[in-house]
Every structure is written in structure tokens, then in C-alpha cells.
């Protein structure tokens, strides 16, 4: 119990003592406090007695009798309107190359020269050195090698006179170095010169085309039109916008003109020419009308046909020659076969076009050498697509004299069409059955009906046989005759 009260009694007095030092904090904080609102509360009073040399205090730039002059300022940094000068005036600034001459000078005193401030509109005056009347300079020109070319002797602010250009092998005077107007001392005058290159321009094979001489640094230009024959001229070995800088021979380019060379049969058709082309990946066979030969150079002869036929006088010729040489090609060609010797073989010359009334018709003329008979012949025909059929329309000698009679059945002529095979035959004997020969142009017309079809491919005389005798009418020949096709359009 008694232990209880003590303990009461501390634990009061401490709350007591923990409340009066709580007391004295805050009359501490609140004193703290009044100080400083009344501080901050107190007014700030400018003082403008700072000279602070900045842009932002510049009333005006120093100028040349003039310092340069700024606004006072407040620690606080406020400018107010007084003034303060600061640095040096400038001073006046003359250039003496502005100094203009007055011509004042005498014969015993020099004259003044006068200039203008750079910055204001004061004025200087000078003595102008040199220039008394009394005085006289000489001036001397010189060549390249300090060599004297004219001397002469100038009076103040005068102007000595250029003598003539002087010359200089392999050099262009271009002008003095020095200017000699308005003389006030002594000179030495001397030539300037550039370097002159020779620029030779030459053909393919030397020749001088054109010779010109240009200074270093310039460009070359030439008046020469380079002409090669069998050549285009292509251009210069030199670039002639570039410069020229030493000595230069300058070369004409070519490039070799190219021809179309043709070959044409008498009557014009091109004559294809075959030839294997290396310039791809691989060998390529190709076929042109035209070949293309370079000037001077040689064309190839194609393979021509062995056979050609007049078809206006239905006779058969062998190749013979080319009308022209092509050995030397120097412009476009066209080389014509000639044909102009007998065909040693019977032709059987295969024409399709249309008779008078519009329909397909193929005339077959067989063309026999002077020297051969005809006997009989066997004419084998096929024709694609297999529709449609064939008739005789006519056979005629020399297309003048029937040849069609029909068959008696008592021999006579023959003519077996087999519309099944697609093939006819036909044979011939006299009145008396013999057989009997023909020396000239046999002729027949084939009508091709109902849709027999016209081209080389779908009409094709085949495995056809001749039975010839020569003009002693003793040797027997079976002759397997050449065909030659062609569409009249
Ligand atoms: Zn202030
Ligand atoms: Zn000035």
C-alpha cells in the first residue's frame, strides 16, 4: 500500500515537469516565429551605388572621343538613371589607303593626302611623302629572267607606260605584276606569263589532223571532223573538257560500220542464212534474212537451193553464181542468185492459188531438162486433213492442147484418182497402145473440194516417180523428180 503511494507520487511528478518543458517549446517556437515575420515585414530600401559593367546596364558603346556609359545599379539588381562612364574612348582610325592625294605638292615641299575616320567624320591630313614636284621615280619592266625591257622615268602620282608584249617561246605574256599608275617610288615592273602546250590531235594512223596551242589550264578545241571510210568516228582519246596541262597527242576513235548483207533468189525471196551464235551462254543455232558484216570484211554465202523455177515460163534452172562478189562488204547489200543453167532433173513444180471461181486449185507443171522424154508418170498426193477430195479440172500440153481423155478402156490415157488413199495416178498410151512420150511442160489443175486443204504441209506430192528416156529414146530411167512448192497469194 505504502509502496502504491510512491509510486503515484513519481509517476504525477513526472507528467508535471514533461508539461512545463512542452510550455517552454512552444514559447520558444512562437518567439522564433514574431522574429522572423517581423524581419521579413521590414522594407527593402534601394541603393544605387553599384557599377556593374554589363549589356544590361549599357546606356551607349564607347565611341571615338567618347567613353562608353552605363546605368548605375542596386544589389537587388534594379538599374536606376544614373549615369556612369567606363573604359577609354576609341580614338579616331584612319586607313592609310583611304589617304586621296590633294595635289598640293610644290617643287620644294611634298604635298598632303587627306583621309576620313573609319568610324566619324573627322578628317586627317598628312604629309604626302614623296610627292614634291622636284622628285622623280623610275620605273623599270622586266622579262621572266629579270631581264630589262623599258626604263623609264615618272613624276609623282604619274603613270608609266607599258611597253610593247614582250614574247617568250613556249609562254602567253598575260600581263605586269605590279601596277605603275599613280607612281610614288621606284618599281620594278616585271612579265607574267603562262605555259602554252601543244595539243596535237591525230588520226587512227598517225596523221596530223590539227595542231593547236593552248594555255595551261585551258581546254583544247579543234576544228578537225575525223573521216575513216568503213568508220563512224566515235570521239577523242581525250576528254576535251578537261584540262590541259602538258604537251598532248590526242587520237581520233572509230568504231567499224556494220552492213546488212541479204541474199535473195532471182525473183527476190530471202535466202535465209544459218549460223551458230557463240555470244550467249551456250552455241545457239539461229536463223536471220540479213547477216551483219563489218565494213571490209567478208558476208557468207547461205545454202542456196539447188533448184530455182520460172514460174513465168515453168522451166527448172540450176544455181550458177552470185551476181556480185561479197568478199568486201562496204555498205548494205543485197546478192542475188543467178540461175541460169538447164535443171538436170524433172521438177515438179506445185502452185496453189484459186481459179476464176474462187475455188482451191493446185496446178502441177513438171518441168523436164531439154534432153529428157517423159513416159509416164506416177504422182503420189497426200493430203491433210483428210476430208474433202480431189478432180482433174484440166491436163494440158504447153497449157494449150487437152491432155484429158478419158479412158476409153482400151488403154488411152489414164488418170485414177483414189479418194480413200488420197492418192492419183496417171499414165498414158497412144491410139495404138503404146506409150508414148512428152517432151514439153505437162500441166495439171487439181480442184481441191470440199475443205482439201492448201499449204506444203497438208498437200504434199509424195513418192512420185517419172519415167523418162533419154532423146535416143534407148535408156529407161525411173526418176524420182524435185518438188518445189509455192503459194500464189
Ligand atoms: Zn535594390
Ligand atoms: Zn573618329
Same mark, same amino acid.
Given at each position: 500500500m505504502q509502496k502504491q503511494n510512491v509510486q503515484e507520487k513519481d509517476a504525477q511528478k513526472q507528467k508535471r515537469v514533461l508539461i512545463?518543458?512542452?510550455?517552454?517549446?512552444?514559447?520558444?517556437?512562437?518567439?522564433?516565429?514574431?522574429?522572423? %515575420?517581423?524581419?521579413?515585414?521590414? !522594407?527593402? !530600401?534601394?541603393?544605387? =551605388?553599384?557599377? %556593374?559593367?554589363?549589356?544590361?546596364?549599357?546606356?551607349? =558603346? #564607347?565611341?571615338?572621343?567618347?567613353?562608353?556609359? /552605363?546605368?548605375?545599379?542596386?544589389?537587388?539588381?534594379?538599374?536606376? $538613371?544614373?549615369?556612369?562612364?567606363?573604359?577609354?574612348?576609341l580614338g579616331h582610325s584612319f *586607313?592609310?589607303?583611304?589617304?586621296? /592625294?590633294?595635289?598640293?605638292?610644290?617643287?620644294?615641299?611634298? @604635298? *598632303?593626302?587627306? #583621309? !576620313?575616320? =573609319?568610324r566619324c567624320d573627322v578628317t586627317d591630313t598628312k604629309v604626302a611623302e614623296g610627292t614634291a614636284l622636284s622628285n622623280v621615280y623610275t620605273v623599270e619592266f622586266v622579262d621572266y629572267n629579270n631581264e630589262i625591257i623599258d626604263s623609264q622615268e615618272?613624276?609623282?602620282?604619274? =603613270?608609266?607606260?607599258?611597253?610593247?608584249?614582250?614574247?617568250?617561246?613556249?609562254?602567253?605574256?598575260?600581263?605586269?605584276? *605590279?601596277?605603275?599608275?599613280?607612281?610614288? !617610288?621606284?618599281?620594278?615592273?616585271?612579265?607574267?606569263?603562262?605555259?602554252?602546250?601543244?595539243?596535237?590531235?591525230v588520226d587512227f594512223n598517225g596523221t596530223v589532223l590539227d595542231k593547236v596551242s593552248v594555255e595551261n589550264g585551258s581546254k583544247a578545241q579543234t576544228s578537225a571532223s575525223p573521216d575513216r571510210a568503213g568508220y563512224d568516228f566515235? @570521239?577523242?582519246?581525250?576528254?576535251?573538257?578537261?584540262?590541259?596541262?602538258? +604537251?598532248?597527242?590526242?587520237?581520233?576513235? /572509230?568504231?567499224?560500220?556494220?552492213?546488212? %548483207?541479204?541474199f535473195v533468189m532471182p525473183d527476190g525471196a530471202v535466202i535465209p542464212y544459218t549460223y551458230i551464235d557463240y555470244s550467249g551462254d551456250k552455241a545457239e543455232e539461229k536463223t536471220v534474212d540479213a547477216q551483219t558484216v563489218e565494213y571490209g570484211f567478208s558476208a557468207f554465202a547461205p545454202t542456196c537451193p539447188d533448184c530455182y523455177v520460172d514460174w513465168e515460163n515453168m522451166k527448172a534452172y540450176s544455181f550458177t553464181k552470185w551476181d556480185k562478189s561479197f568478199a568486201n562488204i562496204t555498205d548494205n547489200t543485197v546478192i542475188t542468185a543467178i540461175y541460169d543453167s538447164e535443171y538436170n532433173l524433172p521438177v515438179i513444180a506445185v502452185k496453189f492459188g484459186k481459179n476464176g471461181? @474462187? +475455188?482451191?486449185?493446185?496446178?502441177?507443171?513438171?518441168?523436164?531438162? $531439154?534432153?529428157?522424154k517423159m513416159y509416164a508418170i506416177n504422182l503420189s498426193i497426200d493430203y491433210k486433213p483428210e476430208v474433202g477430195s480431189m478432180s482433174i479440172e484440166s491436163a494440158t500440153v504447153n497449157s494449150a492442147s487437152p491432155l484429158w481423155v478419158e479412158d476409153n478402156g482400151n488403154g488411152g490415157n489414164q488418170l485414177v484418182i483414189n479418194n480413200n488413199t488420197k492418192q492419183f495416178t496417171f499414165a498414158w498410151v497412144d491410139a495404138n497402145g503404146k506409150s508414148f512420150t512428152y517432151t514439153n511442160v505437162l500441166s495439171f489443175i487439181i480442184n481441191l473440194d470440199g475443205g482439201a486443204r492448201l499449204s506444203g504441209d497438208t498437200f504434199e506430192v509424195e513418192n512420185s516417180t517419172v519415167l523418162i528416156v533419154s532423146s535416143d529414146d534407148k535408156d529407161f530411167q525411173k526418176i524420182t523428180p524435185v518438188i518445189i512448192y509455192r503459194v500464189v497469194e
Amino acid at each position: 500500500m505504502q509502496k502504491q503511494n510512491v509510486q503515484e507520487k513519481d509517476a504525477q511528478k513526472q507528467k508535471r515537469v514533461l508539461i512545463i518543458v512542452l510550455s517552454v517549446l512552444l514559447c520558444l517556437i512562437l518567439i522564433a516565429v514574431i522574429v522572423a %515575420v517581423s524581419v521579413t515585414q521590414t !522594407k527593402h !530600401k534601394h541603393k544605387f =551605388d553599384k557599377q %556593374v559593367v554589363s549589356e544590361e546596364y549599357l546606356v551607349s =558603346d #564607347a565611341t571615338c572621343t567618347q567613353r562608353a556609359i /552605363y546605368y548605375y545599379s542596386c544589389s537587388c539588381g534594379k538599374k536606376n $538613371s544614373e549615369t556612369f562612364e567606363y573604359g577609354e574612348a576609341l580614338g579616331h582610325s584612319f *586607313t592609310e589607303s583611304n589617304y586621296v /592625294y590633294n595635289g598640293d605638292a610644290t617643287f620644294e615641299q611634298d @604635298g *598632303t593626302k587627306t #583621309a !576620313k575616320c =573609319d568610324r566619324c567624320d573627322v578628317t586627317d591630313t598628312k604629309v604626302a611623302e614623296g610627292t614634291a614636284l622636284s622628285n622623280v621615280y623610275t620605273v623599270e619592266f622586266v622579262d621572266y629572267n629579270n631581264e630589262i625591257i623599258d626604263s623609264q622615268e615618272v613624276k609623282p602620282y604619274g =603613270d608609266a607606260i607599258a611597253p610593247e608584249e614582250p614574247t617568250r617561246i613556249g609562254y602567253k605574256f598575260i600581263g605586269w605584276d *605590279t601596277s605603275f599608275t599613280a607612281v610614288l !617610288k621606284n618599281l620594278t615592273v616585271k612579265a607574267q606569263y603562262v605555259k602554252i602546250h601543244t595539243v596535237t590531235f591525230v588520226d587512227f594512223n598517225g596523221t596530223v589532223l590539227d595542231k593547236v596551242s593552248v594555255e595551261n589550264g585551258s581546254k583544247a578545241q579543234t576544228s578537225a571532223s575525223p573521216d575513216r571510210a568503213g568508220y563512224d568516228f566515235i @570521239g577523242w582519246s581525250f576528254d576535251l573538257q578537261k584540262e590541259i596541262e602538258a +604537251d598532248t597527242v590526242i587520237t581520233a576513235l /572509230y568504231r567499224r560500220k556494220a552492213f546488212d %548483207v541479204k541474199f535473195v533468189m532471182p525473183d527476190g525471196a530471202v535466202i535465209p542464212y544459218t549460223y551458230i551464235d557463240y555470244s550467249g551462254d551456250k552455241a545457239e543455232e539461229k536463223t536471220v534474212d540479213a547477216q551483219t558484216v563489218e565494213y571490209g570484211f567478208s558476208a557468207f554465202a547461205p545454202t542456196c537451193p539447188d533448184c530455182y523455177v520460172d514460174w513465168e515460163n515453168m522451166k527448172a534452172y540450176s544455181f550458177t553464181k552470185w551476181d556480185k562478189s561479197f568478199a568486201n562488204i562496204t555498205d548494205n547489200t543485197v546478192i542475188t542468185a543467178i540461175y541460169d543453167s538447164e535443171y538436170n532433173l524433172p521438177v515438179i513444180a506445185v502452185k496453189f492459188g484459186k481459179n476464176g471461181n @474462187g +475455188d482451191d486449185i493446185a496446178t502441177l507443171t513438171i518441168c523436164l531438162p $531439154s534432153n529428157l522424154k517423159m513416159y509416164a508418170i506416177n504422182l503420189s498426193i497426200d493430203y491433210k486433213p483428210e476430208v474433202g477430195s480431189m478432180s482433174i479440172e484440166s491436163a494440158t500440153v504447153n497449157s494449150a492442147s487437152p491432155l484429158w481423155v478419158e479412158d476409153n478402156g482400151n488403154g488411152g490415157n489414164q488418170l485414177v484418182i483414189n479418194n480413200n488413199t488420197k492418192q492419183f495416178t496417171f499414165a498414158w498410151v497412144d491410139a495404138n497402145g503404146k506409150s508414148f512420150t512428152y517432151t514439153n511442160v505437162l500441166s495439171f489443175i487439181i480442184n481441191l473440194d470440199g475443205g482439201a486443204r492448201l499449204s506444203g504441209d497438208t498437200f504434199e506430192v509424195e513418192n512420185s516417180t517419172v519415167l523418162i528416156v533419154s532423146s535416143d529414146d534407148k535408156d529407161f530411167q525411173k526418176i524420182t523428180p524435185v518438188i518445189i512448192y509455192r503459194v500464189v497469194e
